[in-house]
């Protein structure tokens, strides 16, 4: 067996230059929008929340509230509870969070505040001086930034609300879905593939409604959607758990403590990107319901299937680097490799040292050589290797852009962040049918770049 590459960043040089990931709190944020009546509350400085705010509202176009509990440097030394204590009674009165999620910053974990005393003392205090329409569900995550990537984030906080949360109940035979860091359009064709099986389904998280949600006369401070406390709470009553990913460690994972601590089954699977990982996801519906795919859900895969044929020509043999979170990388990759396109090259911001295997295994039936694999890589990193300057095309996120556009090769964007993209919240990525939407995209990006370089501009392909 032909082992990948991997390699380990920044080995020459102490500084990162525009890291392949985003900061650890910003994921935990975007895991709490996905509970019904959460407020996502940053314990650190006030230019922590900003940024994420910012961050957040130009990738997704939506109001983004964050609170936080706005640390100066006198309470930096002297302890930010009482900051704590104040902006999670403002936030309670203000915005009527029924969930508040917690998460500290890099500044708050090296000053070694204590979260969970800072949680009892709010306790003791609400309990003398109750809040207006009762006390919020505390629900805390560690969030060092210097440690982990967003995706970190993400995961731990994902799990901390299934450990807040998850009580005894009764077998309902429903089905616990932790779906990973995909965008809202994703998240909504996940409730529509489950649905079409009519399995009783629990999503956790889900931000879909409350990052891509209608156009509303007034803005709502607290929108609505999101995983309810309810449901939440008969997490243990499920008949299963499915986790989408395959690098997740086990100390952040939702669906292993659901198993551990309530003997919940859990599947992994890898997230559900082109055909082999999207047929591995329905086989498994296919299990639980006792029915075989829908007929239109057939359909959608036989075109999937048709557009690959029509498309072989312009793709064969051509080489890509991928670049941006784990699982969706992999993802990635694999879908090229059914798709007769090359990787040459992976790189992540993540190092859960999970990722090497992953490819190895979803290209190795495909491929001779195995992709180099760049794991806590920034784009420095990228730029340096042989196999990124040579590539026909680069598919990731945006902030590859500028390597992209100095090589002048193509960038077919995918994940998060798309800041220099409309419409990212609503790039379809699983599925069948987020296959065939990527594959369009793909082939049209070859074809455009043929078309520019071209001498004649001829306009039939």
């Known amino acids: 067996m032909i082992k990948t590459s991997v390699a380990k960043a920044r080995e020459p040089w102490v500084s990162t230059a525009n890291p392949c990931h985003q900061c650890r709190p910003l994921g935990a944020m975007v895991a709490f929008q996905g509970v019904e009546g959460c407020v996502p509350f940053l314990h650190g400085s006030q230019?922590?929340?900003?940024?994420?705010?910012?961050?957040?509202?130009?990738?997704?176009?939506?109001?983004?509230?964050?609170?936080?509990?706005?640390?100066?440097?006198?309470?930096?030394?002297?302890?930010?509870?009482?900051?704590?204590?104040?902006?999670?009674?403002?936030?309670t009165e203000k915005y009527g969070a029924s969930v508040v999620g917690v998460a500290t910053t890099c500044l708050t974990e090296t000053t070694g505040e204590d979260l969970g005393m800072l949680v009892r003392e709010w306790d003791k205090e609400v309990a003398e001086r109750p809040l207006q329409g009762g006390n919020p569900e505390i629900v805390t995550v560690p969030c060092p930034s210097y440690d982990g990537s967003h995706i970190d984030g993400f995961h731990g906080a994902n799990r901390a609300l299934v450990a807040h949360f998850a009580e005894a109940c009764s077998p309902?035979?429903?089905?616990?879905?932790?779906?990973?860091?995909?965008?809202?359009?994703?998240?909504?064709?996940?409730?529509?593939?489950?649905?079409?099986?009519?399995?009783?389904?629990?999503?956790?998280?889900?931000?879909?409604?409350?990052?891509?949600?209608?156009?509303?006369?007034?803005?709502?401070?607290?929108?609505?959607?999101?995983?309810?406390?309810?449901?939440?709470?008969?997490?243990?009553?499920?008949?299963v758990s499915v986790e989408l990913g395959r690098t997740i460690p086990e100390k952040l994972s939702a669906a292993t403590w659901l198993e551990q601590e309530w003997k919940v089954p859990r599947r992994t699977l890898g997230l559900p990107i082109g055909i082999r990982e999207t047929d591995a996801f329905m086989a498994i519906l296919e299990e639980l319901s006792g029915i075989e795919t829908p007929e239109a859900w057939q359909a959608e895969r036989g075109r999937l299937i048709d557009a690959c044929v029509d498309a072989h020509k312009y793709l064969a043999g051509r080489t890509a680097v991928v670049f941006g979170d784990e699982d969706m990388v992999a993802g990635i990759v694999s879908f090229l490799t059914e798709i007769g396109m090359k990787?040459?090259?992976?790189?992540?911001?993540?190092?859960?040292?999970?990722?090497?295997?992953?490819?190895?295994?979803v290209t190795?039936?495909?491929?001779e050589e195995m992709p180099r694999v760049l794991e806590d890589s920034d784009f420095r990193d990228v730029e340096e290797c042989a196999e990124a300057r040579m590539a026909d095309l680069f598919i990731g996120h945006s902030k590859g852009y500028k390597l992209a556009r100095r090589h002048d090769i193509p960038l077919v964007r995918v994940g998060f962040p798309l800041h220099d993209r409309f419409g990212g919240q609503r790039l379809l990525h699983v599925g069948w049918r987020g296959a065939l939407d990527l594959l369009d995209t793909i082939v049209n990006a070859i074809l455009e770049k043929r078309q520019d370089d071209s001498p004649v501009g001829y306009s039939y392909l």
Not at 343 to 361: C, M, Q, W, Y
């Open 47 to 91: 230019g922590c929340a900003t940024y994420m705010r910012r961050y957040l509202i130009s990738h997704f176009r939506e109001p983004v509230d964050i609170a936080s509990s706005s640390v100066s440097e006198k309470e930096a030394v002297l302890g930010g509870g009482p900051s704590l204590r104040k902006g999670l009674r403002n936030v």
């Open 172 to 239: 309902h035979g429903g089905m616990a879905l932790f779906p990973n860091f995909v965008s809202p359009a994703d998240l909504r064709h996940l409730r529509e593939m489950v649905g079409a099986f009519g399995i009783p389904l629990t999503l956790v998280p889900d931000y879909a409604d409350r990052l891509d949600g209608p156009a509303l006369v007034e803005t709502d401070p607290l929108p609505a959607g999101g995983t309810t406390m309810a449901d939440m709470r008969a997490l243990p009553g499920c008949r």
């Open 343 to 361: 990787t040459t090259l992976v790189a992540t911001g993540g190092k859960s040292g999970r990722l090497a295997p992953v490819i190895e295994r």
């Open 364 to 367: 190795r039936t495909f491929l």
